[in-house]
């Protein structure tokens, strides 16, 4: 089953992760796009965080996502005759005629696909596109155990403004499915709009992965190589690393 993300959602995303994840991956994956000569794509391209500038440094870069909101917001920020780049489609089924250098999923795409069998398609749809010694990257946080168990109760994790004089707070709350390995997570929005305070609720689960289990998955798949990095700054993955960053090469 997909689960779109609603219109509020998209609405607010940009400022909300612009602040709690710019400084986290921007830099990485603008990197990757930078390095790459010929075609890149982004899976889960949302409100193009990455894709917006990607394409005003002149990447030839094309972008799928299943939520219509956020490739609304999306369409907003590029010019109309680059509209022809992005569409609605799955990471488990998308078909593309060209073949790319550079597949990216950033920022827990493959944490939306609870399947196992549509993780594997996902993954073995990302080799078929991708040219020789073309390169596909995804992430997905290390779960936190303690936190993972306890779950969250109603923990702000962004409060500003998202114009002058109007409040944006994001409340979210989890709950753990541990033998289908999800969080099942709860967000709600309130932001200030015609002197009152609105409100959108979204519940929406996410896959979490163990490291062997990603590894297996990805040795299952069409892929012969790749390596695993603990962050965005190229350091291999230790008892402190947050996130798995896989390369997978063609
Ligand atoms: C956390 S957002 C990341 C957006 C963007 N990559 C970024 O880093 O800001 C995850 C995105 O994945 C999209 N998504 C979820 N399931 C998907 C699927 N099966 N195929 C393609 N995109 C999907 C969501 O709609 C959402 O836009």
């Given at each position: ?12 995303y940009d400022?909300i992760y612009h602040h709690l994840r710019n400084g986290v991956d921007h830099?990485?994956y ?16 949302g409100?193009?965080r990455f ?55 950033p920022f827990r ?30 992430d ?17 994790d962004f ?73 965005y ?18």
């Amino acid at each position: 089953m997909l689960h779109q993300y609603p219109t509020s959602f998209a609405r607010f995303y940009d400022v909300i992760y612009h602040h709690l994840r710019n400084g986290v991956d921007h830099e990485f994956y603008l990197n990757e796009i930078k390095q790459t000569k010929g075609k890149i794509l982004e899976i889960g391209v949302g409100t193009g965080r990455f894709f917006a500038d990607a394409l005003s440094t002149g990447a030839d870069i094309y972008g799928i996502d299943i939520s219509s909101a956020m490739i609304d917001v999306l369409l907003g920020k590029i010019d109309k005759r680059e509209h022809h780049r992005v569409s609605i489609q799955s990471i488990t089924d998308c078909k593309f005629d060209s073949q790319f250098k550079l597949i990216i999923a950033p920022f827990r795409v493959m944490m939306h696909v609870l399947d196992k069998e549509e993780q594997l398609k996902a993954i073995n749809n990302a080799y078929d596109h991708l040219a020789p010694g073309g390169k596909f990257i995804f992430d997905t946080f290390i779960p936190n155990l303690q936190q993972l168990i306890t779950g969250l109760e109603n923990q702000v994790d962004f409060e500003g403004e998202y114009e002058s004089d109007k409040k944006l707070k994001r409340i979210v709350s989890t709950k753990p499915d541990l033998i289908n390995q999800l969080i099942n997570i709860h967000f709600r929005i309130e932001w200030d709009e015609d002197n009152k305070t609105k409100m959108e609720e979204w519940d929406v689960p996410l896959r979490y992965y163990f490291r062997y289990e990603l590894e297996h998955l990805v040795e299952r798949s069409k892929f012969d190589k790749y390596k695993v990095l603990g962050d965005y700054l190229g350091n291999e993955l230790n008892n402190q690393s947050k996130e798995f960053v896989f390369i997978c090469q063609k």
